[in-house]
């Protein structure tokens, strides 16, 4: 179906419908990618996995997507958590307000984990976000740790399937060929394997 071109400006009541079925959406395509077919209330697997991820972290509690996220520790944990080599948890936390961690979290999980800011900062932090915008806002850094992990399982059986090829081709009776161009003879393997 075809939006308006302010669908989403003026109505509030337009982005919480919509924010609700993209919030269903996910938790049903969620557990069909884990192969279970009913619904172990989503949001105690979403936030056991936060804990999870932010367990040794200081200043973080998760207790529910809507209240336990919103000073802006925990979302900073969870950037943290993902990649720690783009800032010190501590410093960040301690330097910063409410406000500027909330800020900054948004900020960052757009830049490093793919999320985008779909939330106000000033309503995040004042907890006006019901479980359906901050629920799908926090599934979406879980979406970018699958996604990760997904890809580095792919770059580590691409490796290994060069690392095979090669050893293939040094052990095979063809590894000795070579190639006369110009006047010049190169070895086979070597361009092979180049290429691999």
Same mark, same amino acid.
């Given at each position: !179906?075809? !939006? *308006?071109?302010? %669908? +989403? ?5 337009? #982005?919480?419908?919509?924010? &609700? +079925?993209?919030?269903?959406?996910? *938790?049903?395509?969620? /557990?069909? @990618? =884990? ?6 209330? +989503? ?7 936060? #804990? ?16 336990? +996220?919103?000073? &802006?520790?925990?979302? =900073? @944990? =969870?950037?943290?958590? %993902? ?10 936390? /301690? ?7 909330? #800020?900054? @979290?948004?900020?960052? @999980? ?8 779909? /939330? ?6 004042? &907890? ?10 926090? $599934?979406?850094?879980?979406? $970018?740790?699958?996604? #990760? ?24 009776? %063809? ?12 070895? =086979?393997? $070597? $361009? ?5």
């Amino acid at each position: !179906f075809f !939006f *308006k071109k302010d %669908f +989403f400006v003026n109505d509030t009541t337009n #982005r919480t419908l919509l924010f &609700g +079925f993209l919030w269903m959406l996910f *938790k049903k395509t969620l /557990l069909l @990618a =884990l192969q279970s077919e009913e619904d172990p209330i +989503f949001n105690n697997v979403l936030l056991k996995w936060c #804990r999870q991820m932010t367990e040794n972290y200081e200043g973080v509690n998760i207790e529910t997507t809507t209240s336990s +996220f919103k000073d &802006g520790h925990a979302l =900073l @944990a =969870l950037i943290h958590k %993902f990649d720690s080599t783009h800032f010190d948890y501590k410093k960040t936390v /301690l330097s910063l307000s409410v406000y500027d961690r909330v #800020r900054t @979290a948004f900020d960052w @999980a757009e830049k490093y984990l793919g999320v985008p800011k779909l /939330l106000n900062t000033h309503k995040f932090v004042k &907890g006006k976000y019901d479980e359906h915008f901050s629920g799908l806002y926090v $599934a979406l850094y879980l979406h $970018a740790f699958i996604l #990760r992990e997904n890809q580095l399982k792919i770059h580590e059986q691409l490796n290994n399937l060069k690392s095979d090829m090669r050893r293939l081709w040094l052990e095979s009776p %063809f590894s000795d060929l070579s190639i006369e161009v110009e006047g010049h003879v190169f070895p =086979l393997h $070597a $361009a092979i394997l180049e290429t691999v």
